[in-house]
């Protein structure tokens, strides 16, 4: 694009035609919005596979074509889906891509062209997974942890098949993408602030989805080299991770390997996959809950330092995952320090938001909605998450349903009420149109109702015992009557809460076309997205100048002002 | 917090964008052999563990890639003096001597197959071949690089090619070898 000698900022790609504009666009917003429909998509199968799953548990035996097989592909479909492809996907390629250029003051990141790649590349990783349930043994069916031996041995559903090749495979090319992506949002952060923008002036989910990059930046390589090995013990039957197996009193080629190493390299990556998912999550909360407060996020830098310390903390408690595979006990004493100390900035910013809430003018939006519903869920997801921190108390509890329903309540429910939250917030930006708030309100009560009904009963169930992975919880004893009557009840608030979810799909399809006319900041919110000229932001994002920056993003209420927002880019003597 | 700061230029330690996502790449790059690296020195202590002999063809590979930096060297010196020529023979010996290292590679790989030993026979000869593999694969990654900017230094392309390009290209090269000099050090001491 030529630029005239006004035009501030990097060079920009001009879109060359329709397809250049909508599907191979270099355009950040476009690129966000991609990854936002490809991961709602899938999110989409997965949850339609837990709906399955629930089927199975609450009335065994109703669906034929429901076996022990599929219903492990399933669950490990779900796990995989939910984790990467849904939440990693949405939070830093969706969120990420569409904010970060535009809370900065940017017109774009630093790279488009290997952005646009980045999309595409998640694009074949979904694509690959996908394929697996079109080939002839089906997905792998080894649980989301793909632990071997039994991930890859004949027995496990689509261990013989290229389940769980394609499985790997689509991991692979997931983190290819996912490092192109977080290249070029570190780079963005750190080098296309625009004028005024100190590191300490960022929003705080600019902060979120930099450290969450970060930490994917350096977790990713441990899934990569773990898949890797794992496709050479399967297709070339080394043995990196494979122990002597007796098959039927023969013994098989492999031998001398060890599962623990995998385990390691699986969980280096697994818990800091956690707050990859829960730092945007935390991001988009303070975002939400001070604008819609209409208060100054409470002790900004400590919300900082406390993200900071989190990321740290992150990757020193990865084996309270593996306290019953057998590890030195002396090391489950380290990792469940490490694990309660990580409670701790995490606490900081929880007691944070509640004291932004105290004293404010809370306007029950929708989106203030999903925040409150957040603070209460990860409160009670993280409380339980202390019980299985520690070792003496996560050993009788660890493989039952009590695991099921903390990890749920933390990193499932929580971050998708967060996810939730920030698409009602910036459904406006994105389309110029507001999502009805009738139904906004009713999908947010079934949807947030419905996953307490949900999950509670599952921890009561898992202090029963009752272990989680099971295809069926009948000729077992020690299971009560009364876990059937609750799997059933569980199943039919499943299935009404998957109902609800297309409330959100309807109001957002009708919205676009039928929904109120936004206007440019329709939250009355201080951070940059809202300030731009056009709404919806035009390709570019800005005018010929870039917009400066004056002060922090949470300048609500401040004395003097006739408004209740001073935004980012008003100077002190343009307020009035 | 209502500071006006204008005209700052907010860049990281005043790095270009190309030098910060090139560093960045770098790190995760490490932190991928550190793994790798991790989890074979791990292996080892098992009891199937036989280490095998280290093709003498790895020392003139090892050469070859001293060669290719060296020539980045070259190429940035004429690059700095507006030197085309010695541009263009320094972006020639990286190209030459790191296909040859790439080669030199496979063909170390073909010689201890001939020997016996397989990838599979043993898990000391599956990590020799997965961390040159991976390592050749990241010097593939160079030579495609390395293919973009000697495209247009020979082409006379309207796209010039200025010394920071060919100095972050050198950087990459410098790093390779610096990755390659720890690994072969790791896989001739165990």
């Known amino acids: ?576 | 917090m209502t500071e006006v700061i204008n005209n700052q230029k907010n860049k990281f330690m005043g790095l270009t964008h190309a030098e910060v996502f090139m560093y960045l790449l770098m790190t995760v790059i490490s932190i991928t052999f550190l793994f790798i690296t991790n989890a074979y020195l791990f292996r080892m202590n098992f009891a199937d563990w036989q280490s095998l002999p280290m093709p003498s063809l790895v020392w003139f590979n090892s050469g070859a890639l001293v060669l290719a930096s060296v020539g980045m060297v070259w190429a940035k010196q004429g690059a700095k003096a507006d030197d085309n020529s010695n541009l263009k023979i320094g972006l020639m010996a990286t190209g030459v001597f790191g296909v040859l290292f790439a080669l030199g590679q496979i063909k170390a790989w073909q010689e201890l197959n001939t020997f016996g030993y397989f990838l599979a026979s043993n898990p000391a000869n599956t990590f020799f071949y997965l961390i040159t593999a991976l390592h050749v694969m990241h010097v593939l990654g160079g030579i495609i690089a390395w293919m973009r900017v000697s495209f247009r230094v020979f082409s006379r392309s309207k796209k010039t090619v200025t010394e920071h390009t060919i100095g972050l290209l050198g950087i990459y090269w410098h790093y390779m070898l610096l990755v390659w000099a720890l690994l072969f050090s790791i896989l001739l001491t165990t």
């Open chain 1, 1 to 576: 694009m030529e630029q005239s000698s006004a035009y501030e900022g990097q060079p920009l790609h001009e879109p060359k035609g329709w397809w250049g504009r909508y599907v191979f666009s270099q355009d950040h917003k476009v690129i966000g919005l991609q990854y936002t429909c490809i991961a709602l998509a899938i999110g989409l199968t997965g949850m339609f596979l837990s709906l399955l799953m629930r089927m199975q548990l609450g009335f065994p035996g109703l669906f034929e074509s429901i076996d022990a097989g599929s219903y492990y592909q399933d669950v490990t479909m779900h796990g995989m889906i939910m984790v990467i492809y849904l939440l990693t996907a949405l939070f830093l390629g969706g969120f990420g891509n569409y904010l970060i250029p535009l809370m900065l003051g940017s017109r774009d990141m630093a790279f488009p062209f290997v952005n646009m790649l980045s999309f595409w590349f998640y694009l074949l990783s979904v694509l690959i997974l996908v394929s697996s349930f079109f080939v002839e043994s089906g997905p792998t069916g080894a649980g989301w942890t793909l632990y071997p031996p039994q991930s890859i041995l004949e027995g496990t559903p689509g261990a013989d098949g290229a389940g769980i090749i394609l499985m790997l495979a689509s991991l692979a090319v997931f983190i290819i993408a996912f490092t192109m992506g977080g290249l070029n949002y570190i780079t963005t952060v750190l080098q296309s602030r625009t004028r005024g923008m100190t590191l300490m002036r960022m929003p705080l989910i600019i902060w979120c989805i930099f450290l969450a990059t970060f930490l994917g930046l350096l977790a990713f390589p441990a899934l990569l080299v773990g898949a890797i090995m794992l496709i050479f013990d399967r297709v070339l039957e080394t043995s990196f991770f494979m122990p002597e197996i007796f098959k039927g009193g023969e013994v098989l080629d492999y031998g001398g390997g060890s599962p623990v190493l995998f385990q390691h390299l699986f969980w280096f990556f697994g818990h800091p996959e956690v707050y990859i998912i829960a730092l945007p999550a935390f991001g988009i909360i303070s975002e939400l809950i001070s604008c819609h407060a209409r208060k100054n996020i409470f002790g900004y830098n400590m919300m900082v330092w406390a993200l900071i310390a989190i990321a740290g903390i992150a990757f020193i408690v990865w084996a309270h995952h593996m306290y019953v595979a057998g590890m030195n006990p002396y090391l489950g004493f380290f990792f469940a320090t490490t694990t309660l100390i990580i409670a701790i900035p995490t606490a900081i910013k929880v007691y944070n938001w509640v004291i932004t809430l105290w004293n404010a003018n809370i306007r029950m939006t929708v989106p203030m909605l999903y925040c409150l519903a957040f603070l209460i869920t990860f409160l009670i997801g993280g409380l339980t998450g202390l019980f299985l921190g520690n070792v003496a108390v996560d050993v009788p509890l660890s493989d039952t349903y009590f695991v099921v329903g903390h990890f749920h309540m933390v990193m499932a429910v929580s971050p998708v009420l967060a996810l939730y939250g920030g698409l009602y917030h910036w459904y406006p930006s994105v389309t110029g149109r507001m999502l009805d708030d009738r139904l906004g309100k009713i999908h947010f009560w079934i949807t947030f109702i419905g996953t307490y009904l949900i999950y509670f009963p599952m921890h009561y169930i898992g202090f029963l015992g009752v272990p989680r992975r099971y295809y069926s919880n009948e000729q077992y004893d020690f299971i009560p009557q009364s876990v059937n009557d609750l799997n059933q009840f569980i199943t039919i608030c499943a299935l009404i809460v998957g109902a609800a979810q297309f409330i959100l799909l309807y109001n957002f399809i009708v919205s676009i076309f039928k929904g109120k006319k936004a206007g440019s900041n329709p939250w009355g919110a201080c951070t940059l997205e809202w300030q731009a000229l056009e709404s919806p932001p035009g390709h570019g994002n800005w005018d010929e100048q870039l917009p400066v920056v004056h002060r922090w993003p949470y300048d609500y209420g401040l004395p003097g002002a006739t408004a209740d927002f001073v935004p980012q880019n008003v100077a002190d003597e343009d307020i009035t």
